[in-house]
């Protein structure tokens, strides 16, 4: 399988900001939608944004206002930045792409973590 590479998450005051990156293969990168997702404690994993080869973005309602989903075509990365963060963005983010062979493709995660 492919396997994603993700970083950039942490702890953060709320009010604060971060900035999630997620590497994918070149290929999948010019072609294929890559999206964001998170899964807090106790609750249901949930898109948080989606950004196409072509940089169309889709954002939940959640976060809009308060997140921008970009990609760096040099270095086949997808970026997610967080503003104004709260402790209910506390999170595991992933990383995910559906790729037409292998079906759909996770990353390992990356950890948010916001306190009051």
């Known amino acids: 399988q492919v396997q994603l590479v993700e970083s950039g998450g942490g702890l953060v005051q709320a009010g604060g900001s971060l900035r999630l990156s997620c590497t994918v293969p070149?290929?999948?990168?010019?072609?294929?939608?890559v999206a964001w997702y998170r899964q807090g404690p106790g609750k249901q994993r949930e898109l948080v944004a989606r950004i196409t080869s072509s940089s169309s973005t889709t954002y939940s309602d959640s976060v809009k206002g308060r997140a921008t989903i970009s990609r760096d075509n040099a270095r086949n990365t997808i970026y997610l930045k967080m503003n104004s963060l709260r402790p209910e963005d506390t999170a595991l983010y992933y990383c995910?792409?559906?790729?037409?062979?292998?079906?759909?493709?996770w990353g390992q995660g990356t950890q948010v973590t916001v306190s009051s």
């Open positions: 995910n792409y559906d790729d037409p062979n292998e079906g759909d493709i």
């Open positions: 070149r290929n999948i990168f010019r072609t294929i939608p």
